[in-house]
T-cell receptor, first 112, second 116 residues
Framework: SQQGEEDPQALSIQEGENATMNCSYK?????LQWYRQNSGRGLVHLIL?????REKHSGRLRVTLDTSKKSSSLLITASRAADTASYFC????????????FGQGTRLTINP | GAVVSQHPSRVICKSGTSVKIECRSL??????MFWYRQFPKQSLMLMAT?????????EQGVEKDKFLINHASLTLSTLTVTSAHPEDSSFYIC????????????FGPGTRLTVL
Protein backbone atom coordinates (compact mmCIF):
# COMPACT_ATOMS: atom_id res chain seq x y z
CA SER A 1 0.00 0.00 0.00
CA GLN A 2 1.13 3.51 -0.68
CA GLN A 3 2.09 5.01 2.61
CA GLY A 4 4.23 7.99 1.73
CA GLU A 5 2.61 11.37 1.61
CA GLU A 6 4.56 14.27 0.27
CA ASP A 7 4.06 17.92 0.84
CA PRO A 8 3.78 20.08 -1.12
CA GLN A 9 2.54 18.36 -4.27
CA ALA A 10 4.00 21.15 -6.35
CA LEU A 11 6.56 23.84 -5.57
CA SER A 12 7.72 26.70 -7.76
CA ILE A 13 10.62 28.91 -6.66
CA GLN A 14 13.20 31.25 -8.11
CA GLU A 15 16.68 30.08 -8.99
CA GLY A 16 19.02 30.49 -6.05
CA GLU A 17 16.34 29.98 -3.43
CA ASN A 18 16.13 26.94 -1.19
CA ALA A 19 13.51 24.25 -1.74
CA THR A 20 12.10 22.12 1.07
CA MET A 21 9.98 19.03 0.54
CA ASN A 22 8.42 16.92 3.24
CA CYS A 23 7.47 13.26 3.42
CA SER A 24 5.39 11.42 5.99
CA TYR A 25 4.94 7.68 6.37
CA LYS A 26 2.93 5.30 8.49
CA UNK A 27 4.87 2.19 9.44
CA UNK A 28 8.28 1.46 10.94
CA UNK A 29 11.13 1.66 8.49
CA UNK A 30 14.64 0.36 7.92
CA UNK A 31 15.57 3.38 5.86
CA LEU A 32 14.11 6.20 3.79
CA GLN A 33 15.38 7.19 0.38
CA TRP A 34 14.91 10.22 -1.85
CA TYR A 35 14.82 10.01 -5.63
CA ARG A 36 14.61 12.52 -8.46
CA GLN A 37 12.78 11.91 -11.71
CA ASN A 38 12.97 14.13 -14.74
CA SER A 39 9.88 14.10 -16.93
CA GLY A 40 9.43 10.74 -18.64
CA ARG A 41 12.71 9.41 -17.36
CA GLY A 42 13.92 6.87 -14.81
CA LEU A 43 14.73 7.50 -11.19
CA VAL A 44 17.98 8.93 -9.88
CA HIS A 45 18.90 7.93 -6.34
CA LEU A 46 19.76 11.02 -4.31
CA ILE A 47 20.30 9.99 -0.73
CA LEU A 48 19.49 7.24 1.77
CA UNK A 49 19.03 7.85 5.48
CA UNK A 50 18.80 4.97 7.93
CA UNK A 51 16.33 4.77 10.76
CA UNK A 52 19.05 5.43 13.35
CA UNK A 53 20.23 8.58 11.58
CA ARG A 54 18.71 12.02 12.04
CA GLU A 55 20.42 14.08 9.36
CA LYS A 56 22.48 13.52 6.28
CA HIS A 57 24.16 15.80 3.76
CA SER A 58 25.22 15.31 0.16
CA GLY A 59 26.41 18.36 -1.74
CA ARG A 60 23.49 20.81 -1.84
CA LEU A 61 21.12 18.24 -0.37
CA ARG A 62 20.21 17.94 3.27
CA VAL A 63 17.87 15.23 4.51
CA THR A 64 16.40 14.93 7.98
CA LEU A 65 14.53 12.03 9.50
CA ASP A 66 12.29 12.10 12.56
CA THR A 67 11.17 8.57 13.32
CA SER A 68 9.02 9.69 16.25
CA LYS A 69 6.94 11.81 13.86
CA LYS A 70 7.43 9.39 10.96
CA SER A 71 8.55 12.21 8.71
CA SER A 72 11.47 13.30 6.60
CA SER A 73 12.44 16.44 4.77
CA LEU A 74 14.63 17.13 1.76
CA LEU A 75 16.26 20.53 1.46
CA ILE A 76 17.90 21.63 -1.76
CA THR A 77 20.00 24.74 -1.23
CA ALA A 78 20.90 27.34 -3.85
CA SER A 79 18.53 25.80 -6.38
CA ARG A 80 19.35 25.69 -10.09
CA ALA A 81 17.16 25.40 -13.16
CA ALA A 82 18.51 21.85 -13.61
CA ASP A 83 16.93 20.87 -10.29
CA THR A 84 13.51 21.09 -11.95
CA ALA A 85 12.08 17.58 -11.59
CA SER A 86 9.77 15.44 -9.49
CA TYR A 87 11.12 14.30 -6.15
CA PHE A 88 9.94 11.14 -4.42
CA CYS A 89 10.57 9.71 -1.01
CA UNK A 90 10.51 5.94 -0.65
CA UNK A 91 10.46 3.90 2.53
CA UNK A 92 12.07 0.50 3.00
CA UNK A 93 10.14 -1.27 5.72
CA UNK A 94 11.43 -3.55 8.41
CA UNK A 95 11.58 -7.17 7.28
CA UNK A 96 14.37 -7.26 4.76
CA UNK A 97 12.26 -7.54 1.64
CA UNK A 98 13.50 -4.16 0.38
CA UNK A 99 10.10 -3.41 -1.10
CA UNK A 100 10.12 0.34 -1.51
CA UNK A 101 6.89 2.25 -0.96
CA PHE A 102 6.93 5.55 -2.77
CA GLY A 103 5.31 8.81 -1.81
CA GLN A 104 3.16 10.77 -4.21
CA GLY A 105 6.01 13.08 -5.10
CA THR A 106 6.65 16.80 -5.24
CA ARG A 107 6.93 18.52 -8.62
CA LEU A 108 9.61 21.14 -8.23
CA THR A 109 9.97 23.96 -10.75
CA ILE A 110 12.94 26.30 -10.59
CA ASN A 111 12.31 29.55 -12.44
CA PRO A 112 15.35 31.28 -13.94
CA GLY B 1 29.01 1.13 -11.92
CA ALA B 2 25.59 -0.25 -10.95
CA VAL B 3 23.83 0.33 -14.25
CA VAL B 4 20.44 -1.13 -15.04
CA SER B 5 19.09 -1.10 -18.58
CA GLN B 6 15.63 -1.67 -19.95
CA HIS B 7 14.61 -2.65 -23.44
CA PRO B 8 12.73 -1.37 -25.26
CA SER B 9 12.56 2.20 -24.06
CA ARG B 10 9.29 2.75 -25.91
CA VAL B 11 6.81 0.34 -27.44
CA ILE B 12 3.49 0.82 -29.18
CA CYS B 13 1.34 -2.21 -29.72
CA LYS B 14 -2.17 -3.16 -30.76
CA SER B 15 -4.76 -4.21 -28.25
CA GLY B 16 -4.70 -7.96 -27.67
CA THR B 17 -1.01 -8.47 -28.37
CA SER B 18 1.69 -9.33 -25.85
CA VAL B 19 4.72 -7.20 -25.09
CA LYS B 20 7.95 -8.28 -23.41
CA ILE B 21 10.11 -5.82 -21.49
CA GLU B 22 13.65 -6.73 -20.44
CA CYS B 23 15.50 -5.48 -17.39
CA ARG B 24 19.23 -6.12 -17.19
CA SER B 25 21.83 -5.37 -14.55
CA LEU B 26 24.89 -4.59 -16.64
CA UNK B 27 27.74 -4.67 -14.18
CA UNK B 28 26.47 -6.53 -11.14
CA UNK B 29 24.48 -9.60 -10.26
CA UNK B 30 20.99 -9.09 -8.93
CA UNK B 31 19.26 -11.77 -6.89
CA UNK B 32 16.17 -9.60 -6.66
CA MET B 33 14.55 -7.32 -9.18
CA PHE B 34 11.42 -5.25 -8.76
CA TRP B 35 8.86 -4.13 -11.30
CA TYR B 36 6.96 -0.86 -10.89
CA ARG B 37 4.25 0.86 -12.88
CA GLN B 38 3.80 4.60 -13.06
CA PHE B 39 0.78 6.34 -14.56
CA PRO B 40 1.12 9.95 -15.80
CA LYS B 41 1.75 12.45 -13.03
CA GLN B 42 1.50 9.73 -10.42
CA SER B 43 3.92 7.85 -8.21
CA LEU B 44 5.49 4.45 -8.69
CA MET B 45 3.46 1.44 -7.64
CA LEU B 46 5.24 -1.83 -6.96
CA MET B 47 3.81 -4.61 -9.11
CA ALA B 48 5.97 -7.59 -8.20
CA THR B 49 9.22 -8.80 -6.72
CA UNK B 50 11.26 -11.08 -8.94
CA UNK B 51 13.76 -13.50 -7.41
CA UNK B 52 16.26 -15.39 -9.53
CA UNK B 53 15.26 -19.00 -10.01
CA UNK B 54 11.90 -18.77 -8.27
CA UNK B 55 8.41 -17.51 -8.87
CA UNK B 56 7.71 -13.83 -8.63
CA UNK B 57 5.75 -12.40 -5.73
CA UNK B 58 2.93 -10.16 -6.88
CA GLU B 59 1.41 -7.25 -4.99
CA GLN B 60 -2.25 -7.27 -4.16
CA GLY B 61 -4.40 -6.42 -7.16
CA VAL B 62 -1.78 -7.29 -9.77
CA GLU B 63 -2.84 -10.15 -12.04
CA LYS B 64 -0.02 -12.68 -12.27
CA ASP B 65 -1.46 -14.26 -15.41
CA LYS B 66 -1.51 -10.91 -17.16
CA PHE B 67 1.90 -9.71 -16.07
CA LEU B 68 4.27 -12.63 -16.49
CA ILE B 69 7.63 -12.25 -14.83
CA ASN B 70 10.65 -14.41 -15.47
CA HIS B 71 13.98 -13.97 -13.66
CA ALA B 72 16.04 -16.57 -15.49
CA SER B 73 19.50 -15.33 -14.56
CA LEU B 74 21.24 -13.08 -12.07
CA THR B 75 21.32 -10.26 -14.62
CA LEU B 76 18.01 -10.50 -16.45
CA SER B 77 14.36 -10.25 -15.55
CA THR B 78 11.54 -9.96 -18.08
CA LEU B 79 8.02 -8.64 -17.75
CA THR B 80 5.51 -9.77 -20.35
CA VAL B 81 2.23 -7.90 -20.59
CA THR B 82 -0.15 -10.43 -22.10
CA SER B 83 -3.23 -9.52 -24.12
CA ALA B 84 -2.52 -5.86 -23.62
CA HIS B 85 -5.35 -3.36 -23.40
CA PRO B 86 -5.30 0.44 -23.58
CA GLU B 87 -5.58 0.65 -19.78
CA ASP B 88 -2.21 -1.15 -19.56
CA SER B 89 -0.58 1.87 -21.18
CA SER B 90 1.89 3.11 -18.61
CA PHE B 91 5.53 3.67 -17.73
CA TYR B 92 7.10 0.44 -16.48
CA ILE B 93 10.27 0.72 -14.40
CA CYS B 94 12.44 -2.03 -13.00
CA UNK B 95 15.01 -1.93 -10.25
CA UNK B 96 17.70 -4.37 -9.22
CA UNK B 97 19.18 -5.19 -5.85
CA UNK B 98 22.80 -6.41 -5.90
CA UNK B 99 23.48 -9.96 -4.75
CA UNK B 100 25.95 -8.53 -2.26
CA UNK B 101 23.46 -7.09 0.15
CA UNK B 102 23.11 -3.36 0.22
CA UNK B 103 20.29 -1.03 1.08
CA UNK B 104 20.31 0.43 -2.40
CA UNK B 105 18.32 -0.54 -5.45
CA UNK B 106 19.34 0.62 -8.89
CA PHE B 107 16.61 1.72 -11.27
CA GLY B 108 16.32 1.24 -14.99
CA PRO B 109 15.38 4.13 -17.30
CA GLY B 110 11.85 2.84 -17.79
CA THR B 111 9.77 1.59 -20.70
CA ARG B 112 6.87 3.61 -22.08
CA LEU B 113 4.11 1.23 -23.21
CA THR B 114 1.28 2.54 -25.37
CA VAL B 115 -1.51 0.14 -26.28
CA LEU B 116 -3.72 1.29 -29.15
Amino acid sequence: SQQGEEDPQALSIQEGENATMNCSYKTSINNLQWYRQNSGRGLVHLILIRSNEREKHSGRLRVTLDTSKKSSSLLITASRAADTASYFCATDGIGGAQKLVFGQGTRLTINP
Amino acid sequence: GAVVSQHPSRVICKSGTSVKIECRSLDFQATTMFWYRQFPKQSLMLMATSNEGSKATYEQGVEKDKFLINHASLTLSTLTVTSAHPEDSSFYICSARPAIKTDTQYFGPGTRLTVL
